[in-house]
């Protein structure tokens, strides 16, 4: 959606509860409708066309069960030849309806892989698990073509030395898909046997994780992290595990166990890029002026971007002409949240913060810029 462009993109964001508050959400979001009504019309659109290109967005109201099961917060998204888009988002963000030429994206970024994104690697005999998960949620991925789907014990060569071993095709005629089973093998061999296991699961996932950066954390019984340590290649593996079976624990509760290990990483990770930042002001190489940091967000050299929680700054930036317009007409658009999304994209660090906790409590944004 971030590329997305047309005269009348419709963003609405409006802060809703877990549970029992139902009639209480539906009111904000026909008020956050009765508000979209007027924009559209402001923008030139007849009242019949704006009610005919709300009608997906006031489907939601007719939808009892929809309104049982929310989060922290809903968006909705609307735009020409019907396009029609909703998320059910487990952040706060203040109510905000906006339309014009592109989507207002920003409040959503800290949920969709902004800088809380971490992997999760589970491991155990009988199953490997893949999953990607942020601050608020975890996701499976699917690794069933990188990495081997049968248990440790009878997928692989289970000891260097042939002489322990006898092998049964598994279902073809030997060769690559033969199966080792050992003989009297040892805690030596037995080490071997898993470490052979993970060098293939590290291969696999390799394939996948090449050039990415975010921290990994691993479940799996104590004694196979430092096995697994021992073969990874991934440049970012957390040194603490989730100890423990994670046969036994679902996703909900991996990822209860997985940030309460992986947010320290990032708490320090902010902290550290505070620093940086004051270092980077006295180097001239950061900016806590908006009017610099959005045409730099914009060309791609922003490092890592800091917004003050609830700000708007509109106006229109000219990247031809590399200008900026202040003001409130109707084709202007939040610049912090183009910043926001091109940081984003463009592989940077995004921070909301509070007044008190920005390094430069005044400005609205501050930005570290790109060494080259």
Do not use: C
């Given at each position: 959606m971030a590329k997305m462009k047309g005269s009348?993109?419709?963003?609405?964001?409006?802060?809703?509860?877990r549970a029992n508050h139902s009639q209480e959400d539906q009111?904000?979001?026909?008020?956050?409708?009765?508000?979209?009504?007027?924009?559209?019309?402001?923008?030139?659109?007849?009242?019949?066309?704006?009610?005919?290109?709300?009608?997906?967005?006031?489907a939601l109201l007719e939808?009892?069960?929809?309104?049982?099961?929310?989060?922290?917060?809903?968006?909705v998204f609307a735009g020409s030849d019907g396009f029609f888009h909703y998320e059910i988002l487990p952040v706060t963000f203040d109510a905000y309806v906006f339309v014009g030429e592109n989507f207002h994206l920003s409040p959503m970024l800290p949920v969709l892989g902004g800088s809380s994104r971490f992997f999760l690697l589970a491991l155990s005999q009988n199953e490997v698990r893949f999953f990607e998960g942020d601050q608020y949620s975890i996701t499976p991925v699917k690794i069933e073509d990188l990495v081997p789907t049968a248990g440790m014990e009878d997928a692989f060569v289970l000891s260097d030395s042939h002489d322990a071993l006898q092998h049964h095709s598994s279902g073809r005629d030997g060769g690559e898909?033969?199966?080792?089973?050992?003989?009297?093998?040892?805690?030596?061999?037995?080490?071997?046997?898993?470490?052979?296991?993970?060098r293939e699961v590290n291969?696999?996932?390799m394939k996948m994780l090449?050039?990415?950066?975010?921290?990994?954390?691993i479940a799996c019984v104590d004694y196979l992290l430092p096995i697994y340590q021992s073969v990874n290649e991934y440049g970012n593996l957390f040194t603490e595990n989730i100890s423990g079976n994670p046969e036994q624990l679902n996703p909900a509760m991996l990822h209860e166990k997985a940030w309460s290990i992986i947010s320290r990483h990032f708490e320090s990770q902010q902290a550290e890029d505070m620093e940086r930042f004051q270092q980077a002001m006295a180097d001239d190489r950061a900016s806590a002026a908006p009017q610099q940091i959005i045409p730099a967000?914009?060309?791609?050299?922003?490092?890592?971007?800091?917004?003050?929680?609830?700000?708007?700054l509109m106006g229109q930036f000219d990247y031809d002409k590399n200008e900026i317009a202040l003001g409130k007409r109707e084709e202007y658009r939040d610049l912090l949240d183009l910043a926001a999304v091109q940081t984003h994209l463009n592989g940077g660090r995004v921070y909301w913060l509070d007044?008190?906790?920005?390094?430069?409590?005044?400005?609205?944004?501050?930005?570290?810029?790109?060494?080259e």
């Open positions: 009348n993109l419709l963003s609405i964001y409006v802060p809703t509860y009111i904000r979001y026909k008020n956050a409708l009765k508000t979209a009504q007027t924009k559209l019309e402001e923008k030139g659109m007849n009242a019949k066309d704006a009610e005919h290109f709300l009608r997906p967005a006031r939808k009892e069960r929809f309104w049982s099961y929310l989060s922290d917060g809903l968006a898909n033969a199966i080792y089973h050992g003989q009297g093998i040892g805690q030596d061999d037995k080490k071997k046997d898993i470490e052979a296991y993970f291969k696999g996932l090449y050039d990415e950066k975010p921290p990994m954390v967000a914009a060309y791609e050299k922003v490092d890592t971007l800091f917004i003050k929680k609830g700000e708007h007044a008190e906790e920005m390094p430069v409590p005044t400005a609205s944004a501050n930005a570290i810029y790109r060494f």
